[in-house]
């Protein structure tokens, strides 16, 4: 069942999206050379302490791995695709990307988001795979509509990624967001048949995350047993948005 929230409701997700966005925009201003992935989570671990918020990801059990996760941010590099570990030891250098995803609970609703960073200058070929993947979620937003279907969210980030000849990870997908950090539908990156295609209705919140390789689109989880990374060594892209149905459109409610 895909639960529907109230216009109060989704005012308190909207604070919730509200703090993700402000922690994301900090932790962007950080990422540069010599920065370590531990620095991003311990401000982002206190910034969620003094806003009163619970961290969503740290203690989160995750069945496919079968442990809880022990970070408030995951932090991916280059072709690691989702659920970094930060650490102490992964310094930024000039060239990488940084894929930074964190989520909050605040009075009961969650945010969740994600950015990918570029360290320094970065190459154009991979300028592009970000621009692609930022693309392909904005497209994505613009479907978020009463009437539309859920198919129709997700083949609009699946026909920009594909004509731009990149490869979608299968393995993880967006989810329904509210009282949970994963509700009801999944949303796959690309349109799965094998699933039901439910009409979107207002009250209704998404978070849609693309994760979108530079080659193909096969992921492989390390020995830490957490950090999946790309098959095939090419880098990665990731950007997520919560989006709610509403009467007027689309309301990001994880951006100003
Ligand atoms: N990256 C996932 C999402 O955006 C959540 C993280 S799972 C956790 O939905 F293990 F990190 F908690
Ligand atoms: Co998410």
Same mark, same amino acid.
């Given at each position: 069942?895909?639960?529907?929230?109230?216009?109060?409701?989704?005012?308190?997700?909207?604070?919730?999206?509200?703090?993700?966005?402000?922690?994301?925009?900090?932790?962007?201003?950080?990422?540069?050379?010599?920065?370590?992935?531990?620095?991003?989570?311990?401000?982002?671990?206190?910034?969620?302490?003094? @806003?009163? @918020?619970?961290?969503?990801?740290?203690? !989160?059990?995750?069945?496919?791995?079968?442990?809880?996760?022990?970070?408030?941010?995951?932090?991916?590099?280059?072709?690691?695709?989702?659920?970094?570990?930060?650490?102490?030891?992964?310094?930024?250098?000039?060239?990488?990307?940084?894929?930074?995803?964190?989520?909050?609970?605040?009075?009961? !609703?969650?945010?969740?988001?994600?950015?990918?960073?570029?360290?320094?200058?970065? @190459?154009?070929?991979?300028?592009?795979?970000?621009?692609?993947?930022?693309?392909?979620?904005?497209?994505?937003?613009?479907?978020?509509?009463?009437?539309?279907?859920?198919?129709?969210?997700?083949?609009?980030?699946?026909?920009?990624?594909?004509?731009?000849?990149?490869?979608?990870?299968?393995?993880?997908?967006?989810?329904?967001?509210?009282?949970?950090?994963?509700?009801?539908?999944?949303?796959?990156?690309?349109?799965?048949?094998?699933?039901?295609?439910?009409?979107?209705?207002?009250?209704?919140?998404?978070?849609?995350?693309?994760?979108?390789?530079?080659?193909?689109?096969?992921?492989?989880?390390?020995?830490?047993?957490?950090?999946?990374?790309?098959?095939?060594?090419?880098?990665?892209?990731?950007?997520?948005?919560?989006?709610?149905?509403?009467?007027?459109?689309?309301?990001?409610?994880?951006?100003?």
């Amino acid at each position: 069942m895909i639960v529907r929230k109230t216009p109060a409701e989704l005012e308190k997700m909207r604070a919730a999206g509200m703090l993700v966005y402000r922690i994301l925009q900090e932790l962007s201003g950080m990422v540069k050379e010599g920065v370590t992935t531990l620095d991003l989570e311990n401000v982002a671990e206190k910034m969620m302490k003094d @806003a009163g @918020a619970r961290p969503a990801f740290k203690n !989160y059990f995750v069945p496919a791995v079968g442990q809880r996760y022990r970070f408030v941010l995951c932090t991916s590099v280059n072709d690691e695709v989702v659920h970094g570990l930060p650490s102490a030891r992964r310094v930024l250098q000039p060239g990488d990307i940084v894929k930074i995803d964190t989520g909050v609970e605040l009075n009961g !609703y969650f945010g969740d988001s994600a950015v990918t960073v570029p360290v320094g200058s970065i @190459a154009p070929q991979l300028q592009k795979l970000l621009d692609v993947t930022r693309d392909s979620l904005e497209l994505a937003i613009q479907q978020v509509r009463a009437g539309n279907r859920l198919f129709d969210v997700c083949a609009a980030v699946e026909q920009h990624v594909t004509t731009n000849g990149f490869g979608i990870v299968r393995e993880f997908v967006g989810h329904g967001i509210g009282t949970q950090l994963h509700e009801e539908p999944q949303v796959p990156n690309y349109v799965d048949r094998k699933n039901e295609n439910p009409r979107l209705k207002e009250g209704m919140v998404l978070a849609i995350e693309p994760m979108v390789n530079a080659g193909k689109p096969e992921t492989r989880v390390g020995s830490d047993k957490w950090t999946a990374k790309t098959k095939d060594g090419s880098y990665s892209a990731h950007f997520e948005h919560c989006v709610a149905v509403t009467s007027n459109g689309p309301w990001v409610l994880t951006r100003p």
